[in-house]
């Protein structure tokens, strides 16, 4: 194939595997972050092809972020997703690959995350991954083998359609693979704007810099050597102090000029800066995330630190740390691995006074004590006091399934935080006195309400309590001596029936955590008097009813019951929660909402998805004025009451699949309205009111699967609107005039009677448009082939495409005879992917792109194709039920990848022998084709089906066959 370019002019090289559609890509961070991710996602060809594609960058450039974009980008489009961060350092770790094959396959199943019982491989799934199509992101991978390890050495373990993204430094990460077939695409690094920009984003909160300050930023920047993190980390740093601190900062930085090595671009002289300048409480946090509890809860992490303020999600912690959108702690790897150079540095020459200690620093450091013998992990399984003699200083402890035994007394002055999962039933210290705990994780351990741990360690400063999967759980202990727990976690304790009373005495609770829990089935009365409550999930619970003395929880801020399927009543105290500002019921049996709802003045998102046995919404819904997001799909609910046009916050209103007659005519009132998605909604009929024109920002329209007959010719004052979906809308006879913002537009309807007017619509990336279910008409070939002289009862008619950002186009369109690519004055379709025109007649398609990608071709009378030979991209080419008679020219299609033929009678081939790139070969039911020549030269065949013709039985067939069912016997 020959070489391609992208916009930037470097090389890009064409990679297929199997026959399957993939692509690789290893990105880079920059500035406009958007405009990059849509570069990465063109490159990604979603339309569908055979790509494989990989994108590099150096360190500290942001590959990870921009792969994160693209991930969160697409993700909707695929079956299943997985994000799987940080390869390299997960390796490192024992179990590390096993843990990351665990988390792609729980990931794509969608199995219970938590379970750590759970070692199937990736080749146990290979079946089931076959058949989808799935995104998965390999982040940091060095190694090959690794890659292999995850997605396999020829990519054939995912199905059709699916794409793979890898961020790597090394740039043979992809050297298992043909690297005939292993394209590359680089981003040009941070230009003098972009690092400017970046550097006033973190410095300043805004774009641009502050008059006294440019002189200094512009210095700053230079010296940064305009590395994205560099950016960041010294943009962040410098928030907020003064001009002295500013000058201060130039002077160390010019006295430390950066390194010129590209790997790392200054960023070691650069964190020795910033490092020096932190307190001593900045860098016992910084060292405390960058070591050991970075990806943690911030909320719960808080707790280690004393006195310590967190920002809320998002924010800064300090130039090094951040709480991501999850309130998780984010530190980027290089400043991890910069952390944890200075705590080894530091904590070398004296193991007693670090503050963390794990099994295995244990080990090592007993190993090096005098007197004491080489230690093996298997000797820690049970500890006493004299193994922990060394660290009196310690204040957080992570241990795995070890026992204790003998006399702790005064061992544990300064433990904070005790990590101790899979703990055995056991507890056989004596005196375990812990004063300074505030943390105890006791996940996935063999507990019950009798374990005698809850009598004999004394902890009676404890904030957080973690039972996650603590399945032996009958009950729940005594709470009386926890009277300042904050945060307690009891999420899958599958065999939990009961909360105790006492839990009524945490005055201080604001989490709790009882998610699939799937056995309880009520919650005690005294729950009501947790008055700090402020987050309460009951999702995946047996929970039947909710206690009126819910109604005291003023301060309850979220309320989630996601998949309580049980639950069939909700007290009317609900509405006494003013704090409430989320409220899930999704899949419960409620049948009502208490009349009052109107009272929970502070909700800003309330589910009721799948709540099949709710049938009306209260009048009183109108009052809540803060409501931003309404989801009632799939319930039984007919209309929306007419307050519905009090909502003027509400932005997302969701009524899929539910049995909506007629939108309310006061929905013109929602001014602020973004998203109104009512597909699959069979009831909904007639037109569209007029009123929807007050829906300025408006920006997705989806209906498809409904009744409605028309939309109003107001729909085009609606400038904003991205995604109109009218797919099956089968009662439309036309569409007005559509806003030239429009991005995607599906439109099918076998009543349509005119083409709708579309030559404003500059901005269109998706187009597809029918006038029937063209899906219908598609093989077998019992259904009639179609005749070119068929008589119309519409006009025949031509289509014009000229609408340059193009990217999928998809037409069948009955009355289209003709299909015209212009006019002159537009520059061709470089961005068209997918071409799929049926119905078009003979010789009307002789101006494709020659950019195309995918051409189909669907039961349609076009006998001949003229200028196939000028597709010089051309991918995949389908062709089915067609009266077509030959494909002059195909064989100078170097670039073919894909070839499927079906129910075409009337076809005879060319010589194929130059398709030296193709991977898959179908010829069904072609009854004229008895011989195919050149097939014995298509060496790069991975698939091949010939099938119901002459051709099937010839020896020039049986030869090729066995030729690929030896390179690929799997297929």
């Known amino acids: 194939m020959e070489n391609m370019k992208d916009e930037a002019g470097q090389r890009t090289v064409d990679m297929r595997a199997s026959d399957r559609n993939y692509a690789i890509a290893a990105v ?64 490192q770790s024992s179990g590390g690959m096993q843990f990351l094959q665990n988390k792609l396959i729980r990931d794509i199943l969608e199995r219970d995350h938590e379970d750590p019982s759970f070692d199937e491989t990736i080749k146990d799934f290979v079946d089931i991954f076959c058949e989808m199509k799935v995104l998965i992101v390999v982040d940091a991978v060095e190694k090959p083998s690794d890659l292999h390890a995850i997605v396999g050495d020829q990519l054939h373990w995912f199905g059709p359609g699916s794409r793979v993204i890898v961020t790597s430094q090394n740039e043979e990460i992809l050297e298992g693979y043909d690297s005939d077939k292993a394209p590359t695409y680089k981003v040009s690094e941070l230009d003098d704007g972009q690092a400017f920009e970046l550097f006033c984003k973190h410095a300043f909160r805004m774009q641009s810099s502050m008059p006294d300050y440019d002189g200094l930023s512009n210095c700053i920047v230079d010296a940064t050597k305009k590395l ?149 992990a298997r000797d820690l399984c049970i500890l006493t006091s004299v193994n922990f003699a060394f660290m009196p200083a310690i204040s957080f402890l992570k241990l795995d399934g070890a026992e204790v035994s003998g006399d702790f007394a005064g061992v544990f002055p300064s433990l904070r935080w005790l990590c101790w999962q899979r703990f055995p039933l056991d507890f056989r210290a004596e005196n375990f006195v812990l004063r300074e705990l505030v943390i105890l994780d006791l996940s996935w351990s063999k507990v019950t309400e009798e374990w005698g741990g809850w009598s004999k360690i004394k902890m009676k400063k404890l904030k957080v309590l973690n039972l996650t999967g603590c399945s032996d759980l009958l009950f729940t202990p005594d709470f009386s001596d926890y009277k300042d727990l904050e945060i307690l976690i009891l999420e ?44 309460l999930f009951i999702d995946g619970t047996s929970v039947r009813q909710i206690p009126i003395s819910i109604g005291n929880l003023k301060q309850l801020e979220i309320l989630s019951g996601l998949n309580c399927f049980p639950l069939t009543h909700l007290p009317s105290s609900i509405c006494y ?66 307050s519905i046009g009090n909502l003027k916050s509400l932005k997302v209103l969701r009524m899929d699949s539910s049995f909506i007659r007629a939108f309310p005519g006061q929905i013109g009132y929602l001014t602020k309205l973004e998203e109104l998605h009512a597909s699959w909604c069979w009831s909904l009929k007639g037109a569209i009111p007029h009123d929807i024109k007050g829906l300025h920002c408006l920006r997705s329209l989806t209906l498809g699967h409904s009744s409605i007959s028309s939309l109003p010719p107001a729909i085009s004052t609606i400038r904003g609107l991205h995604t109109l979906d009218l797919i ?56 009639p082939m179609p005749e070119s002289n068929v008589k119309r009862t519409i006009d025949k008619q031509s289509f014009s495409i000229s609408f340059p950002r193009l990217r999928k186009l998809e037409l069948s369109l009955s009355q289209v005879i003709k299909l015209k690519f212009g006019p002159t004055d537009i520059p061709p379709l470089k961005r068209l992917k997918t071409l799929t ?42 062709i089915s039920n067609c009266k077509i008679q030959n494909l002059n020219g195909i064989g100078q299609i170097i670039s073919l990848r894909s070839l499927i033929l079906s129910d075409c009678d009337d076809l005879s081939l060319p010589d194929l022998s130059n398709l030296k790139s193709l991977n898959v070969l179908e010829i069904i039911r072609c009854k004229k084709i008895s011989q195919i020549e050149g097939l014995e030269k298509l060496t790069s065949l991975e698939k091949l089906n010939i099938s119901e013709c002459p051709a099937e039985k010839s020896a020039q067939v049986q030869d090729a066959l066995k030729y690929v069912m030896a390179r690929f016997p799997n297929t």
């Open 28 to 91: 880079q961070n920059l500035v406009g972050i958007d405009d990059r991710a849509k570069q990465i996602t063109d490159l990604l060809e979603m339309e569908g092809n055979d790509e494989v594609r990989i994108i590099g960058g150096t360190d500290g450039i942001g590959k990870t972020t921009l792969a994160k974009a693209v991930y969160d980008r697409i993700s909707s489009c695929f079956d299943s997703c997985s994000f799987l961060a940080e390869v390299e350092e997960t390796t």
């Open 837 to 878: 025109p049926p119905g078009l007649s003979c010789r009307d398609v002789s101006e494709l792109p020659k950019k195309l990608l995918a051409f189909k071709l669907y039961h349609s009378p076009i006998e001949e194709i003229e200028g196939l030979e000028g597709l010089e991209a051309l991918k995949r080419l389908d």
């Open 577 to 642: 929660l003013t704090a409430l500002s989320e409220f899930s019921l999704e899949g419960a049996k409620i049948s009502k909402l208490p009349s009052s709802l109107g009272k929970l003045q502070k909700l800003r998102r309330l589910s009721l998805r799948d709540c099949r046995c709710l049938e009306k919404l209260p009048y009183s819904i109108g009052e809540i004025g803060s409501l931003e997001e309404l989801d009632i799909s799939a319930t039984s609910v007919s209309e929306l009451p007419d």
């Open 492 to 535: 899958r304790c599958s065999h939990l029936v009961k909360l105790d009373p006492s839990i009524g005495n945490l005055k201080h609770l604001v989490y709790l955590n009882l998610k699939f829990c799937s056995q309880l089935n009520w919650l005690p009365v005294e729950l009501g008097c947790t008055t700090a409550l402020k987050e």
């Open 728 to 783: 099956q809308c089968d009662e439309i006879e036309e569409l007005p005039k559509l806003p030239p913002s429009l991005i995607c537009l599906r439109v099918s309807s076998e009543r349509m009677k005119a083409i709708p007017l579309l030559e404003d619509l500059k901005e269109l990336e998706e187009l597809c448009l029918s006038d029937g279910d063209w899906e219908a008409r598609r093989p077998p070939s019992k259904l």
């Open 228 to 376: 994205p993190l560099a950016v960041e980390v010294i943009g962040s740093f410098l928030q907020g102090k003064s001009i002295q601190e500013w000058e201060n900062m130039e002077k160390a930085m010019k006295a430390r000029p950066m390194s010129s090595q590209k790997t790392m671009v200054g960023l070691q002289e650069l964190l020795d800066i910033c490092y020096g300048e932190l307190d001593h409480r900045q860098k016992d946090i910084y060292l405390d995330i960058a070591c050991f509890i970075s990806g943690v809860d911030a909320r719960i992490a808080s707790y280690m630190w004393p006195n310590c303020y967190l920002p809320s999600s998002g924010c800064i912690l300090m130039p090094l740390a951040k709480i991501g959108e999850n309130n998780e702690l984010q530190m980027h790897r290089l400043l991890r691995c910069f952390g944890k150079r200075i705590f080894k540095q530091e904590g070398s020459g004296d193991p007693s006074s670090r503050r963390f200690f794990t099994q295995d620093m244990i080990r090592k450091a007993m190993n090096r004590e005098k007197g004491i013998g080489e230690v093996e």
